[in-house]
């Protein structure tokens, strides 16, 4: 199982990738591009979707051995503007050919940037919404058009084209603001795939509200006693980086990055004994879905799949040292295209560095006078991106202990009307103006190997014991392990009262106290959809039902709202995979994790929210011996010792 965490060792100027799991070099996606143009003879009406490394199956890569020729693929999703028809394609750029070529009827790609502002600009050339803008006595110039999906809503005329409906704004000034104004009740609906203006819903004038809500820099006098603090690592990090391949002290994993799920991290494992044991094959944000709130006609709409029908990875930011990342910062780009398959790179997209986080453990003996303290530092890799109005931060933290983190760092600008009446579906938050109550769900896909592939997984509730013989006192407590046999006895949700937990179990491997080595899933902030079970949204977004979900593993099961979200009507992904039923007891299992995050606006929300935290951890449960961190060596101590 270990080897395919080997270090590979080849020159960093090599263009030909080093390890069968390394993304799409930019050379390699403009050779798929190519490929599949000139072979499937493309007109210039296609646009490129997708355009990413088509992974290895997991059983090659189980086997791989350092050197062994692996077939370079490239999968590829296109959509021809023309006739509205979307292809499936795989490239080999092994043997420079086409491989695969598959219309899939019935489905709209993900939306992609190129569109949102060719949408824009489409909306501000139309007649009927200069005139629409006239009569709100508005300039044409300070107005700005946000495209969104329309979702599915089995309204008639809305099937089989390519549809953005967009939310409209207005800048004070050129540099100012526009969410905190919305031009509430104009909502013109385009045709993505034509460019061109459908309609117009125009619900009547709404006076757009009064305040520009500023919240950059050249707008807001600056607090002046905030001093310098530096962050220095003068021996540089204590990681190394080969190609996408990052060892840190005992971890070792693989950083992936897509258009989709933005970064993906493949083989972590964690070196124990002198040999690297594997934790997860694979993890990725599979889907998020932001359900709002509010039913009236222009807002009923608001539900989007960041995941599915934007694509994260492809809206993620380049960051900036010092900025956004402090310390000694290692930073990966990222490689995709552009609409039109022309490559495009974010640089800098992925951030990985080191953190002191406190105290890693800590026990003073009185009455020797000794005190043993050590510092926990953690590992960083994580990436930023923009969604219309929204941040998300996407955090994977490493610790020394042997624990994962995830983490979504929630912030930007609220998502806003104008306040006609008593804000029930949303919060005051300026005058005028009403932020809209929604919720944050995030599906995160698991592929967990613990210690190798057949594992199996178990809930684990603390249960208080009735008073009687055997409990006199009414002190008794127990944790009780329940083993989850098929995918819907695996469909579960939180119950914090009962210090719920999951744990993902390798039952052929113990620890040295005989116990099965084990990870497990320790809930953090979450919450249930609030939308109606028969609501539009839950058939398109069935995965938010549920915060646990264990499949078998199955190479083509992805996504939890299936391939295609954007403007699906639903049933698919994993309530559509699990009716089955499938045996997951000590098998390859991917175990699905949702959480939700609630926001009900706060006035400290606008203009711009402080960053809300939500997330989960994966903490060992008897896969080590004992404390994985005993060997932290202790701190220099600035005076006198620290232990
Ligand atoms: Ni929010």
């Known amino acids: 199982m270990t080897t395919t965490h080997d270090l590979v060792h080849v020159s960093t100027q090599s263009t030909m990738p080093r390890h069968?799991?390394?993304?799409?070099?930019?050379?390699?996606?403009?050779?798929?591009?190519?490929?599949?143009?000139?072979?499937?003879?493309?007109?210039?009406?296609f646009r490129f979707p997708a355009v990413v490394l088509k992974e290895p199956p997991k059983s090659v890569m189980l086997n791989y051995q350092s050197g062994d020729s692996v077939e370079r693929e490239a999968f590829l999703i296109l959509l021809d503007n023309a006739t509205g028809a979307t292809y499936e394609a795989i490239a080999s750029l092994t043997r420079n050919t086409v491989t695969s070529w598959q219309h899939i009827p019935g489905v709209q790609p993900n939306i992609m940037p190129d569109e949102l502002s060719e949408c824009e600009a489409a909306v501000k050339a139309n007649p009927a919404f200069q005139a629409a803008i006239a009569k709100r006595n508005l300039s044409l110039d300070s107005v700005v058009v946000d495209p969104w999906a329309i979702g599915h809503f089995g309204l008639p005329g809305e099937d089989g084209i390519r549809l953005s409906?967009?939310?409209?704004?207005?800048?004070?000034?050129?540099?100012?603001?526009?969410?905190?104004?919305?031009?509430?009740?104009?909502?013109?609906?385009?045709?993505?795939?034509?460019?061109?203006?459908?309609?117009?819903?125009?619900?009547?004038?709404?006076?757009?509200?009064?305040?520009?809500?500023?919240?950059?820099?050249?707008?807001?006098?600056?607090?002046?006693?905030?001093?310098?603090?530096?962050?220095?690592?003068?021996?540089?990090?204590?990681?190394?980086?080969?190609?996408?391949?990052?060892?840190?002290?005992?971890?070792?994993?693989?950083?992936g990055f897509t258009p989709r799920e933005g970064l993906v991290l493949h083989t972590v494992g964690y070196e124990d004994q002198g040999k690297l044991r594997p934790i997860l094959y694979r993890a990725s944000l599979a889907e998020m879905v932001v359900p709002y709130g509010d039913p009236r006609p222009q807002h009923f709409r608001k539900n989007a799949f960041d995941?599915?029908?934007?694509?994260?990875?492809?809206?993620?930011?380049?960051?900036?040292?010092?900025?956004?990342?402090?310390?000694?910062?290692?930073?990966?780009?990222?490689?995709?295209?552009?609409?039109?398959?022309?490559?495009?790179?974010?640089?800098n997209a992925i951030c990985m560095?080191?953190?002191?986080?406190?105290v890693l453990w800590k026990h003073t003996d009185w009455r020797l006078e000794s005190v043993e303290v050590r510092r926990s530092r953690r590992l960083v890799v994580s990436f930023f991106c923009t969604v219309d109005n929204y941040e998300y931060g996407f955090f994977w933290y490493f610790y020394q202990d042997g624990t994962i983190q995830y983490e979504v760092k929630?912030?930007?600008?609220?998502?806003?009307?104008?306040?006609?009446?008593?804000?029930?579906?949303?919060?005051?938050?300026?005058p005028e103006v009403n932020a809209l109550n929604h919720q944050h769900f995030f599906s995160l896909r698991l592929d967990f190997d613990i210690d190798g592939g057949n594992n199996s997984v178990y809930e684990v509730n603390t249960e208080a014991e009735p008073m009687g013989v055997d409990n006199p006192y009414g002190n008794a407590f127990s944790a009780t392990s329940t083993l989850f046999k098929t995918e819907l006895e695996a469909q579960r949700?939180?119950?914090?009262?009962?210090?719920?937990?999951?744990?993902?179990?390798?039952?052929?491997?113990q620890n040295r106290l005989g116990q099965p080595v084990a990870y497990k899933i320790i809930p953090g902030d979450n919450i249930l959809p609030f939308a109606h079970p028969d609501s539009p949204i839950l058939k398109r977004a069935g995965f938010m039902t549920k915060h646990l979900w264990v499949t078998p593993y199955?190479?083509?099961?992805?996504?939890?709202?299936?391939?295609?979200?954007?403007?699906?009507?639903?049933?698919?992904?994993?309530?559509?995979?699990?009716?089955?039923?499938?045996?997951?007891?000590?098998?390859?299992?991917?175990?699905?994790?949702?959480?939700g995050h609630h926001h009900i606006p706060r006035p400290e929300d606008y203009p711009v929210m402080p960053t809300a935290y939500s997330g989960f951890v994966l903490k060992p449960v008897g896969f080590f011996d004992a404390n994985p961190a005993l060997d932290v060596p202790p701190s220099v101590p600035k005076q006198g010792i620290c232990h």
């Open 554 to 595: 199955a190479e083509d099961e992805r996504f939890s709202a299936g391939d295609y979200p954007n403007q699906h009507p639903g049933d698919e992904g994993l309530p559509k995979w699990t009716q089955a039923n499938r045996p997951i007891e000590n098998t390859d299992v991917v175990v699905w994790y949702t959480f």
């Open 353 to 358: 560095h080191e953190e002191d986080f406190g």
């Open 307 to 347: 995941v599915g029908e934007h694509g994260v990875g492809v809206l993620t930011n380049s960051l900036r040292y010092g900025c956004d990342c402090l310390g000694e910062i290692r930073y990966f780009d990222a490689a995709m295209t552009d609409s039109r398959g022309e490559v495009a790179i974010i640089e």
């Open 165 to 255: 409906r967009c939310l409209c704004y207005v800048r004070t000034t050129p540099n100012s603001n526009f969410y905190s104004r919305p031009i509430d009740g104009l909502v013109p609906v385009v045709d993505l795939n034509q460019m061109q203006v459908l309609r117009i819903e125009d619900m009547g004038v709404v006076p757009v509200p009064p305040e520009p809500g500023e919240y950059a820099a050249e707008f807001i006098p600056m607090r002046t006693d905030i001093k310098p603090l530096e962050i220095t690592q003068p021996q540089g990090p204590s990681f190394e980086v080969d190609g996408h391949h990052v060892r840190w002290q005992k971890w070792q994993f693989r950083i």
């Open 20 to 45: 069968p799991l390394e993304p799409l070099t930019p050379e390699e996606i403009a050779k798929a591009v190519a490929i599949v143009r000139a072979e499937r003879n493309l007109s210039e009406q």
């Open 410 to 430: 929630l912030t930007g600008i609220l998502l806003c009307g104008v306040l006609a009446d008593t804000p029930k579906y949303g919060t005051l938050v300026a």
């Open 493 to 509: 949700i939180i119950d914090p009262l009962a210090g719920r937990y999951w744990k993902v179990v390798n039952p052929s491997v």
